[in-house]
């Protein structure tokens, strides 16, 4: 079946530090892929998204390209702040038999302090 | 308005007890989801529905049920509380289509104790 494994948390950074979470996927056919966001206390929101091979996705300094060959989604961003300090969930929706179902990784927290 | 909202928001109750939560969206969407979060274990679904006569299980739905009211309402039921269901409830709506994400609920908080 689908599947998403992320890195293993937490993670905890200082602000302006360079940000990696790693994110793989097993699908079938051709998922689109997602990272969604939760502050504390809040719902998921999403980040950004890819919906095909070697598409990137890009949302407030963060960024993700979909790499069909390593079956990978990392997220990126050059430069954290403290407000991006939450949860964060790589997903994916896949066609096929799981149609219009989203499939989440475990989720990987992260820390930035100043 | 929130597009997609929950109630309540945090509840408490006890062991055997029946609880409803309940999720309305402003969408307009078909299809309505209910998912599960425990810590380490991300988000796991419950049951989805795709239109208001289509509802389905998904991969943890022992000890809980689901109402389609309508397009726009869809409850979750736990029959007979127990503790292992203490966890963060979240309702979601979604589009047709692989290409859209979903949009969330704030969540509901249930402790059973």
């Known amino acids: 079946g689908d599947s998403v494994t992320q890195m293993e948390g937490p993670v905890t950074l200082s602000e302006e530090a360079f940000l990696t979470i790693n994110c793989t996927y097993t699908?079938?056919?051709?998922?689109?892929l997602f990272w969604y966001v939760q502050y504390p206390g809040e719902g998921l929101q999403l980040l950004l998204k890819a919906t095909k091979a070697d598409d990137k996705g890009s949302n407030k300094g963060f960024e993700a390209t979909y790499r069909k060959e390593t079956t990978s989604f990392h997220l990126e961003k050059g430069s954290v702040q403290v407000s991006d300090s939450a949860v964060y969930f790589c997903?994916?929706?896949?066609?096929?038999?799981?149609?219009?179902?989203?499939?989440f990784g475990q989720g990987t927290i992260l820390t930035v302090h100043p | 308005d929130a597009d997609v909202t929950q109630t309540p928001r945090n509840r408490i109750t006890k062991t055997g007890k029946r609880i409803m939560l309940e999720c309305s969206q402003t969408?307009?969407?078909?299809?309505m989801y209910w998912y599960r979060q425990d810590p380490g274990l991300g988000l796991r679904l419950i049951y989805y529905?795709?239109?208001?006569?289509?509802?389905n299980k998904g991969e943890i739905s022992d000890g809980y049920s689901v109402s389609r009211q309508a397009q726009a309402k869809f409850s979750l039921s736990l029959e007979s509380a127990i503790p292992n269901q203490t966890a963060l409830y979240f309702c979601?709506?979604?589009?047709?289509?692989?290409?859209?994400?979903?949009?969330f609920g704030s969540g509901t908080r249930l402790t059973v104790v």
């Open positions: 699908a079938t056919g051709y998922p689109s």
């Open positions: 529905s795709f239109d208001v006569k289509d509802i």
């Open positions: 997903a994916l929706r896949a066609g096929g038999t799981s149609y219009g179902k989203l499939t």
């Open positions: 979601a709506t979604s589009d047709e289509g692989r290409n859209y994400g979903y949009t």
């Open positions: 969408k307009g969407h078909d299809r």
